[in-house]
């Protein structure tokens, strides 16, 4: 899947667990920018991309830290699918 067929997903994504139907996903936002931002948003964004694309990425993450924007999840996201 290309990475421009991947941020609309992201989008929709966003906007359900941010709650703002403005937000739009782009390679530049971070996380940490995002409405309501904290660490729990952060894992229920990655359980939802899992879900929504059918890859495992939590289990993969573990001891990496936090990904800092989209442009990271979107090219992990690309190299699952």
Known sequence: ???NNIYPKL?????????DDTLVATPELK???LPGWRPML???IMGRVEEEF????????E????M????QLARLIESKL
């Open 11 to 19: 989008t929709k994504i966003l906007r359900e667990l941010c709650r």
């Open 31 to 33: 996380f940490v920018d």
């Open 63 to 66: 001891g990496r830290g936090f």
């Open 1 to 3: 899947m290309w990475l």
């Open 42 to 44: 952060y894992a229920r």
């Open 54 to 61: 059918d890859i495992d990425i939590i289990t993969e993450m």
């Open 68 to 71: 800092t924007n989209l442009s």
